[in-house]
């Protein structure tokens, strides 16, 4: 690796077993840690712990002296009780100064105490925090504008309340993608340069993401023969990871210079594909936007995990189980139970209601489905295998945009139902459901016979579908009892009727000015149906707080909506953090800056 410039990291995630969490699907791994298990270690007690990690650690690096950091899994996943961590690192730290002084460690962040933090950087060893970037998922290209409430206060993912002053560390951004993208055709370079820029929060100088197929075969047993992804048919390639040249060519280039001519990958897309290449690439980065957003705005929070959730496969539950989720960015995107409430009260908000974010679905679907149209009429004849295959991805994810486009919709009109009692938002929940069904049957179609119905990336026993006819199955099931709720259901008198639906009408815009003196910040707000309020949102650059608001007010000399942030609220510990809302006198809103052009919050020094 090293005479190919490639740094190699060891990732040590286990150091005593104890059950739960820790079997996944290795056959045998449930059973009593004293019991010998072909494969796994057998025999570590509390006595001997500590005694056994040191030493088998000091014999690795002994086998291979060149590994330039270890990444450690530092809490109780890994089979430590609580109150053996701090004690179990203060010895592991110790000895890893004494023998390799200059080795990098890479921290989880996930549940690390302060102490151990200190711990380790106070006996001067060369140590990163490493923390997911957004889930165990692949969300927006952004650090998430709020996380969600039920894991807004500890260290489980995103920057939490590691970005402190005075500065002791960097941080590790881990773009934790292989819950998400683990088999479908992935390309999108807008995406890459702004996550890259992203990645330089708290001086950032590092990341990573996960490649392709990184969770195939997981829950398998160990010795399964690997299993084939395409049928014969249609595999065009000698190792499967060649199909995936475009995610790295992107990652690779991008990351190292955001600046790299569009014409590096153009040129491959015209020389696999021809004439065809152009309109193929363009479907490609459209259709690489279409995960990202399920994970952000239509997604079940309980699918957080790898191991829980697969948004290329997985139909997000029924609908009533849907229907009750949070999503994974509830700054921006307002949820269809929030969304279902806000309408029955009047509400305004600015943030991305699920119509909206259903609009955006079906005019992605559209855009991915007209290139398409255009690439295969442009190959003509008999194109190739890797041109089909790619048709089939891009089809099968506008077939995903289709789906969520309704789902959402659906989701809305169920807790108009549930909320009000009336029965005419319950029949349309069930015709946008029955929409997203036909839509899950054109990912049906277009995955064809070109897949395996055997695609193996996660444990089949906790709900991984092998294929989309699988999920289809279940989401029939599903629909077939959501219709028997309705016939049970009995309207509640007087139930008012409301839409799912927004007021069509052009959006306000907002641009936001440099921050004046005293914390000023001022905004230049256009709306042609008027202003009815702009707001500023602030918090200190720490995921454990809540954003504070302050009324913008319209300074009839400049034109510009101002506000300040209290002097007092700055502190030497944090940078502060700040985006504007806005709604006019329609009830349409937008938060400013616009996510969809850049990082949707400004960060400002302290």
Aim: hydrophobic share 40%; glycine share 8%.
């Amino acid at each position: 690796a090293h005479e190919r410039g490639i740094a190699v990291t060891a990732g040590i995630w286990d150091h005593i077993y104890r059950g739960g969490v820790q079997g996944g699907g290795i056959p045998g791994a449930s059973q009593n840690a004293g019991q010998r298990v072909p494969g796994l270690v057998w025999g570590v007690t509390a006595d001997n712990l500590v005694a056994y990690n040191k030493a088998a650690l000091r014999r690795f690096l002994e086998v291979f002296p060149d590994i330039d950091a270890i990444q450690f899994r530092m809490h109780d996943e890994s089979g430590l009780k609580k109150e053996e961590i701090e004690p179990f690192w203060h010895d592991v730290f110790s000895d890893i100064k004494r023998t390799h002084p200059n080795l990098r460690l890479d921290l989880r962040a996930k549940e690390l105490p302060d102490a151990v933090i200190d711990d380790a950087l106070n006996l001067g060893l060369h140590a990163k925090i490493s923390t997911k970037y957004w889930m165990e998922q692949m969300g927006l290209p952004f650090h998430p504008t709020h996380t969600n409430t039920q894991d807004q206060r500890n260290r489980r993912h995103s920057y939490a309340d590691l970005l402190r002053y005075p500065q002791r560390y960097r941080v590790h951004w881990q773009l934790w993608s292989g819950g998400t993208t683990r088999l479908l055709l992935w390309g999108d370079p807008d995406y890459v340069r702004r996550f890259a820029s992203s990645a330089r929060l708290y001086d950032g100088d590092s990341f990573e993401i996960n490649e392709m197929l990184a969770t195939k075969m997981l829950g398998e047993p160990h010795d399964e023969k690997p299993l084939e992804i395409l049928n014969p048919a249609y595999r065009f390639y000698d190792y499967e990871f060649e199909r995936y040249w475009q995610f790295y060519r992107l990652w690779g280039r991008l990351t190292y210079n955001p600046e790299t001519p569009a014409e590096v990958w153009e040129h491959e897309f015209t020389a696999r594909f021809g004439a065809a290449g152009a309109p193929l690439s363009k479907a490609l980065q459209l259709a690489s936007q279409v995960l990202p957003r399920i994970v952000a705005a239509s997604y079940r929070y309980s699918n957080f995990p790898t191991t829980r959730g697969w948004a290329e496969m997985n139909r997000q539950g029924s609908l009533p189980e849907y229907a009750g989720e949070q999503g994974s960015d509830i700054q921006q995107f307002l949820n269809v139970r929030d969304e279902a409430r806000r309408i029955v009260a009047g509400g305004d908000t600015a943030m991305r209601r699920p119509d909206e974010t259903s609009r955006w679905f079906a005019h992605t679907a559209f855009g991915i489905l007209a290139q398409v149209a255009l690439a295969e009429k442009t190959a003509g004849g008999d194109p190739g295998r890797e041109f089909r295959t790619t048709v089939t991805d891009l089809k099968i994810l506008a077939g995903l945009a289709q789906y969520h486009a309704e789902r959402l919709l659906a989701g809305v009109c169920y807790n108009l139902y549930k909320d009000t009692g009336d029965l005419g938002s319950f029949d349309e929940a069930i015709a946008f459901e029955k929409s997203a069904l036909d839509a899950w049957g054109r990912i049906v179609a277009a995955a064809g016979d070109v897949y395996s119905e055997n695609l193996a990336f996660g444990a089949h026993a906790v709900g991984f579908s092998r294929y989309w006819k699988e999920e289809q199955q279940l989401l029939a099931g599903n629909f077939e009892q959501l219709q028997a709720e309705r016939r049970k259901a009995v309207a509640k008198p007087g139930a008012a009727h409301f839409s799912p639906h927004a007021a069509a009408g052009p959006m306000p815009s907002a641009r936001l000015l440099p921050v004046g003196p005293g914390l000023e910040i001022a905004a230049r707000v256009t709306a042609p149906a008027g202003v009815k309020w702009v707001r500023l949102r602030y918090r200190h650059v720490t995921q454990y707080e809540d954003y504070l608001t302050a009324e913008m007010t319209l300074d009839a000399k400049s034109g510009n909506y101002t506000a300040r942030i209290p002097a007092g609220f700055a502190d030497p510990k944090w940078d502060l953090m700040y985006f504007v809302e806005v709604v006019d006198n329609n009830g349409a809103g937008r938060m400013f800056p616009d996510l969809e052009m850049e990082t949707p919050y400004v960060v400002v020094g302290r």
